[in-house]
């Protein structure tokens, strides 16, 4: 797999479909699909669509790096390996990932909140069973998070936290 080196490359094209038949409009959308080649740009797009509490962050995640203030982002692991191999031609794969929240909490309770915002995205990401849908054949089949809690990550020169959790996305091919 070929890591994204920004966002941008890896903005989908949108197609507007202007078909007065519904049947059309519905062959149309399954032949273009939505698709995903690369694993990193699913997974991304995923996590932008963590549904927001009221009292969440207003941050919407990048790929691959944290910005200088406030910032959510998912990093893939080097952890990618097949787990099996079929008979018949298909595997089960997994990859290890990361979600990171940088901010600068003052607090106590601001530290606290920090981190059970990423808590809430791992829970929400365990729990989804609408996976975005994998190009060759590939489905997505869970996510599990390795812990319970997200562990603080660093603490920088700025006096800003990032809490971080890490998880394993694994997929199937037939």
């Not at 989908?12 to 699909?33: K, P, T, W, Y």
């Not at 829970?123 to 994998?134: A, G």
């Amino acid at each position: 797999m070929k890591p994204m080196n920004s966002p941008e490359q890896h903005r989908r094209q949108r197609i507007l479909i202007a078909d007065d038949s519904e049947m059309n409009r519905s062959i149309l959308e399954d032949m273009l699909g939505d698709e995903y080649d690369i694993i990193e740009a699913a997974l991304w797009e995923l996590v932008k669509q963590y549904p927001r509490k009221p009292d969440d962050p207003q941050e919407t995640a990048q790929y691959d790096a944290l910005g200088a203030d406030s910032s959510l982002a998912v990093f893939t692991l080097p952890s990618g390996r097949y787990k099996s191999h079929n008979v018949l031609g298909g595997f089960t794969a997994e990859i290890g990932f990361r979600v990171a929240y940088k901010s600068n909490p003052k607090t106590s309770p601001q530290r606290i909140d920090a981190q059970a915002y990423v808590g809430r995205i791992m829970t929400w990401l365990e729990e989804i069973k609408n996976w975005p849908k994998l190009t060759g054949g590939r489905t997505i089949t869970k996510i599990t998070a390795s812990s319970v809690l997200p562990y603080k990550d660093e603490t920088g020169a700025d006096k800003s936290t990032v809490y971080a959790a890490d998880a394993v996305l694994e997929y199937e091919s037939d």
